[in-house]
């Protein structure tokens, strides 16, 4: 973690602000949710599906003391990039701003590239990078007027790092690293907006359900299990404390990710040589049905 300064209270900071979170259906984004209506921040909930954000909505208003008008659900496709002003008009309608804008929706691969049709890395671009840098400009033109705000995106260590079976998914993160590294440095004379990038590892979600394939029509057909990956709320929780605390970038991960993570930014011979080890093993993961990252050491049953 990227840091300097005292460290805030989360409560302290985020309590009352308004924070949008797409991608709030499931997931990471789902419990970021909970966590922010626990805390007291007025929310704004994206997806594509209503029904779903209307349960999140329900469970948010049981677990705290959140009134209805506090959590405004808001439809939105990140791929539908014209729609993308009126929902933050919207979002401005509600509540008169926008503190945090947490740019969450995203959907991860697994296909190795020389099966995969080129057609579904155009659909990650769209969605993981356009789509989001897309959201990000008609809500940092309202930070700017105000002169603060944060813009949090879930990256990934797939920012950082490579991996078999991803490289689309790798493509758009190290997108999204490249783009909100250099939007920082174009935000110098605004020193109250914060870009904060997360990049978690392997965490607990619907992210394998919901993965592109070798093509767009088809869905993996066996997610295996999940247990082995960080609990969400873990990672919603670090996700939280690098938002209050402003922090540059977040890696959120368990060993062996956050071990490769180092080796790829201070040593990356050592990082290839062993990302070759894994990323086998990965691919061996993968074709024998179990999920990708299930183990790099033990034998498949
Ligand atoms: N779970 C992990 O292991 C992991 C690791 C690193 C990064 N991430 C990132 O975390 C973010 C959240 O993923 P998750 O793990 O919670 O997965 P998830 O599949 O449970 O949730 C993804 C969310 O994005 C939404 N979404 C998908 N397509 C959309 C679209 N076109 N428009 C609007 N919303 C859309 C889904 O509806 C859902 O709410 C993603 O950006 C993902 O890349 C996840």
Redesign the pocket.
């Known amino acids: 973690m990227v840091h300097s300064g005292k460290c805030c209270d989360i409560k302290n900071e985020l309590r009352g602000k308004v924070v949008w979170v ?9 419990e970021l949710t909970y966590q922010l209506a626990k805390i007291g921040a007025l929310l704004a909930i ?4 209503e029904d ?1 954000l209307e349960r999140v909505k329900k469970k948010c208003l049981e677990i705290s003391s959140l009134s209805e008008k506090d959590i405004l659900v808001l439809r ?5 990039r014209s729609s993308h002003e009126a929902a933050t008009n919207s979002v401005l309608k509600h509540f008169g701003k926008i503190d945090v804008l947490v ?6 691969q697994r296909s190795l590239f020389v099966d995969t049709n080129l057609d579904v890395y155009n659909a990650i671009i769209e ?2 990078y356009l ?1 989001t840098i897309s959201l990000t400009k008609y809500v940092l033109n309202h930070m700017i007027q105000r002169k603060r705000g944060k813009i949090v995106t ?5 920012g950082i790092m490579g991996a078999p079976l991803a490289t689309g ?1 790798c493509a758009s ?1 190290h997108a999204l690293q490249g783009f909100f590294n250099s939007l920082r440095t174009e935000l110098t004379d605004y020193p109250e907006i914060s870009i904060i990038n ?13 993965v592109f394939t070798e093509n767009l029509a088809k869905s993996l057909e066996n997610s295996g299990d999940q247990s082995h ?2 609990p ?1 709320d873990r ?1 919603a929780r670090l996700t939280l404390v690098s938002t209050a605390n402003d922090l540059k970038e977040a890696w959120i991960s368990d060993h062996p990710y956050l071990a490769v993570c180092y080796l790829w930014q201070y040593a990356p011979t050592w990082a290839w040589w062993l990302m070759n080890r894994m990323g086998k093993r990965r691919i061996q993961n993968f074709k024998s049905g179990v999920d990708a990252d299930a183990s790099y050491t033990r034998k498949n049953k």
């Open positions: 797409t991608g709030a259906s499931s997931g990471i984004g789902e994206s997806a594509r599906r779903e939105l496709d990140l791929t539908d740019n969450n929706g995203g959907r991860s969605l993981n789509g879930v990256s990934s260590v797939m998914y993160k997360i990049c978690p590892g392997p965490v607990q979600s619907k992210i394998i359900q919901n990956k960080m969400t990672c």
